[in-house]
């Protein structure tokens, strides 16, 4: 009933059309109630944001004439509101919205099967709601205080309070299901929003009886709650089959069906809620599958097939080609702006552009689809080889064949904390030094560390380190795992100018005599360590003087401003930066952190790092450890998957079958079938979703972490460049097709003889000067080798190249000589 109604005598009613109050026919009018309704809101608070809005007119109410409002004649706040639910709720407009009466709320469940315990909650909402709806009709309150009233009364009525934030979500979901109707004694519109049905009763003995190899076929499916289409369809084949079979045995067809359908309605709760639903599927089904020759086909959800939902044109060869070319070539792999630069330009095909003409700047999700593998895989190529390995297909390790204490795997980092320490000038620096860790390499266990405060480390912290490893730990069994580049070949692994009396190539060269190997990652995938070293960082987040693991790009802002304090001698670190010495000794405790906690990674198998090292050790071979002595050498199954860049990955549990070849390379991004054989896990059939263009791919072995044979190896690279090879020969041609057009050079004969002239005789002189410098190369190299220097030996260098290499023939001589007599 709407606020200031008067009675309206029918014949006032009867003329409202032509009334001058009522206003043209042409200017709908909206009252009070139908604008709350559309926005979910309580009559009373919509009077108060129109009391400042004069009414353009009147309409008649169920009790007398209530004032109405054209749209434009509405506050603009409330018809930018109106505007927005109209958008949220798919309206064409806001007038659209208002045109429409709201429908009343009605629960997902009829209200009789509904739990008694859900029944039972809305029923205490109502009672809590009720004094703060009566206030509605009685005065216009406040938000606050309705809140502070609503939270009080449901705080009496539950027993126990909520927040003013979820009262008020509450308090507008009943008005927006009550519609604007003002029936608050519903009790459908209290309902929560998940609801859970009444128990069903029992099925009866007999029943169950009769019915137990079905029940035992529904209990053989992978979740009998929630089965898959082909499942259900198998379930009322067996229905179906028992059904004619008690029809030949002479039993009651109406008894057998009723039956069944108590059993499925009980059993089966996914075919349908209702025993009438679950009757009127039998029947249908059952003829549906009699008329179809008693075959599953006949009874298999057609909706997905023949829905009609196949508009879209096909994508183009051409259109594929442009969309992926100018992504990958011009717009950094970013599909959007290239599908608004071909819109904008007509560089698509007239049927898609036509098709999609509602979304020029944004890539409609089919297209997306199709194109987003290839321009991933084609961006990667394109930045480079690295980056291609990186983010390409990657052999799966296997480290069964791995004992702890085999291999030990070390590498740096600078890590994200700042320490202070005494500059020698009187006041402290801020750094972050360098971390070297080392790790067993099969339990990824950290067996020591070193923290140098500097920006580089040099030969001497990496052999200390190695030292004080094989000190506790003892030698690996077979040798160090090290990153490629600066732990190989760099001049920070050769050390620095007198660091020692052993430096480093000798230090590898004594574990080198003693059988141990020094190999070398050639990627971050193939370091374990870098895991530890990220795991390590995780645990050092809230320390003081944490900067983030990319400080440029974290901006730890208050951080920053302390250290600028410090730098400037403002403030002394103590209290706000750790010193070194609490550093190291909070090092000790987070790597004792990590060694102590446990790990479900394929390495550890479930096991902490410290009882991995333990548990995986080979207990025939134990570890060697040095004496002072020698411590100097210390320096059928059908399955769709979608094909990815590492092929096709099938996984059974903890176990993971791979496969991938030539042929999966053209299939990356699609969706197949696979048609997997427990018993000839070996060879993997391939298919379309239709089951045509059947392929056989073999399955990719496991490589051993270490040692594996060059056959294996060669075999499993050699499957992922094939995997590869589509991708990498689309990219030649595509970058072939977009290569920029040159005009063709054109010349007289003079010109381009003296062209020809001028390159043979540059060639001449460039092959000259290449063989001087490799001959002066290799005399300096003889020369280094005996320890001598090229002043006075002469300018004639073939003599000088002929002495030095008899004397390093005689030095070898001698050597040789001194060896045998030693021996």
Known sequence: MSINAQPCPSSEIAEFGKHPVFGRQSAKLYTASRIAAALGRSRQALHAALQNAPASGALPGCGGVAKAWTFDALPQALRADLAECARQRGYRDAEHLLSIPPKAWQPPIPLNEIAPHCLEKADNLRRALAPVLARLNVRNPSQSELAAVGVQEYDRVFGHSISARHWRMLFERTLKRDAGAEHFDRLE???????????????PAAVLQECHDLERYLASFKDPQSPTADEQVMLWVQTFQKFEEALAAGKPAAKQKRQLCEFLLVKAPFIADTFAAVRI?????????????????????????????????????????KIIGHSVFFNGRRID??????????????????????????????????????????????????QAKLNGAFISRDWSCVAAGDWYQADDATLPIYYSEPDGKGWFRLIRGQLLLMIDLR?????????????????????????????????????????????????????????????????????????????HARLPRAKPVERVIGAMQ??????????????????????????????????????????????????????ASYNAASQNG??????????????????????????????????????????????????FGKNAFNYRNESTGRLIGQTVLAWFNPEAPDILPVSDMDRRNLFAVERSQEVPAIDAS?????????????????????????RNKFAPAFRRNLMDHATGRLGDAIEEQSEAMRTQLDQRTARLTGIQRKARELGMSLDGLGSDADKVDEGLTMMLEAERQHKKQTKEANE
């Open 189 to 203: 519109i209290y309902l929560d929003d998940r609801l859970a049905r009444k128990d069903r009763a029992p099925v």
């Open 281 to 321: 599927q039998f029947e249908r089904k059952f003829r549906r599958w009699t008329e179809g020759g008693r075959l599953p086909a006949a009874i298999e959800d057609q909706r997905p097939k023949k829905s009609g939902w196949h508009r879209a044109p096909k994508l183009t060869d051409e259109d594929r080609d």
């Open 337 to 386: 702006p290239t599908w608004r630069d071909l819109f904008a330009s007509e560089g698509l095909s007239e049927d898609l552009a036509h098709y999609y003409m509602g979304s020029p700047n944004k890539t409609p999700k089919s297209v997306r689809d199709q194109v987003r593998w290839d321009v991933a895989a084609l961006d990667d190529i394109h930045h480079g080889p690295r």
């Open 443 to 519: 339990s990824t266990c950290i067996l020591g560390y070193a923290l140098l405060s500097d920006r580089n480390y040099n030969s001497l912290a990496i052999r200390t380190l190695i030292t004080r490893t094989c000190d506790e730990h003892g030698l690996p069994r077979q040798g160090f795992y090290f990153e490629r580049g600066i732990w190989q070949n760099s001049r920070l692994i050769k050390g620095i100018r007198n660091a020692g009396a052993l430096s480093w190539p000798e230090a590898e060269k004594g574990l080198c005599d003693l059988g141990l190997r020094f190999i």
């Open 538 to 591: 995780n645990l050092m987040e809230g320390i003081p003087g944490y900067a983030g693991r990319d400080e440029r790009h974290d901006c730890f802002e208050r951080l920053q401003e302390l250290k600028r304090q410090v730098e400037n001698r403002k403030i002394n670190p103590e209290g706000q930066f750790l010193s070194a010495e609490q550093w190291l000794a909070t090092l000790d405790s987070l790597c």
């Open 602 to 651: 394929k390495m550890t198998e479930g096991l902490s790092p410290s009882e991995a090292f333990q548990r995986f050790q080979n207990k025939a071979d134990p570890q060697v450890r040095f004496d002072a002595r020698c411590r100097y050498l210390l320096a059928h199954h059908r399955r769709p998957v979608r094909v990815t860049r590492n092929g096709i990955t099938l996984r």
């Open 710 to 734: 060059g056959e294996l190896l060669g075999t499993e690279l050699a499957r992922v460049a094939a995997h590869q090879s589509h991708a990498k020969t689309y990219y030649r041609m595509l």
